[in-house]
Structure formats: structure tokens, C-alpha cells
Nanobody, 127 residues
Framework: QVQLVESGGGLVQTGGSLRLSCVVSGRTFGLYAMGWFRQAPGKEREFVAAITWNGGSTYYADFVKGRFPISRDKAKNTVYLQMNSLKPEDTAVYYC????????????????????WGKGTLVTVSS
């Protein structure tokens, strides 16, 4: 059984920063990648960033490149999303996801490539 628990969401002003964390518990053997997705009110869930668990290769959605670096701490079984220069349009529920499927980092931009999901953490950016 694999569980993902996100934390770090909250209310922040435009231009501010937040760091999201996601702790993986249960089976980490065979974990290939972790990703962050988000769902804004009234919109479909979309890919934000992904990182391979062992090699640390990263892949980003175009709209967050340079603003939201993703990282992982294998010793703590944790993946992070550092969110900088936040904008009101970044307001969303942010979900962590894990994949046990091998592939190039870009495949983890699709929801179908992910096997487990957290319950999400809400980020609200005020204007």
C-alpha cells in the first residue's frame, strides 16, 4: 500500500512563495517518478512538474518553468515543489502523484502514467 500526503498549501499574496511537500509512505522500492499536478476551480487537472526518483531528471509544464523547481529527498521519501513568483492564476488544489512505471521523464506529464495520488493541498494566491 502506497500513501502520499501533501502539505504546505495556504494563502499567499501575488509575488509570494510557498513550498509544497509530499511524503511517500509504504512501498518505495520500484518507485520511478513523482509528479505534481493541479486543478483550478472549474478546470481540468493539469500537469505541473515531474522528477525521476533515482536520477533526479526533471520535466516542467511551460507555464511554470523557472518559477516552480521540483526536487526530492530520497532519505526522507519526500518530493518538494518550491513555488515562487506566485500569480492569482496559480490558485488551485495541488496534487502529488507517484509512478512505478519506467520511462523517460516526459511521460510523467500524463495522469495515465501515475499510479498513486495524494488528496491534494489548496494554494490560494490573492491579488
Amino acid at each position: 500500500q502506497v500513501q502520499l500526503v501533501e502539505s504546505g498549501g495556504g494563502l499567499v499574496q501575488t509575488g509570494g512563495s510557498l513550498r509544497l511537500s509530499c511524503v511517500v509512505s509504504g512501498r518505495t522500492f520500484g518507485l520511478y517518478a513523482m509528479g505534481w499536478f493541479r486543478q483550478a476551480p472549474g478546470k481540468e487537472r493539469e500537469f505541473v512538474a515531474a522528477i525521476t526518483w533515482n536520477g533526479g531528471s526533471t520535466y516542467y509544464a511551460d507555464f511554470v518553468k523557472g518559477r516552480f523547481p521540483i526536487s526530492r529527498d530520497k532519505a526522507k521519501n519526500t518530493v518538494y515543489l518550491q513555488m515562487n513568483s506566485l500569480k492569482p492564476e496559480d490558485t488551485a488544489v495541488y496534487y502529488c502523484a507517484a509512478s512505478y512505471r519506467y520511462g523517460s521523464v516526459s511521460i510523467y506529464r500524463t495522469e495515465d502514467a501515475m499510479d498513486y495520488w495524494g488528496k491534494g493541498t489548496l494554494v490560494t494566491v490573492s491579488s
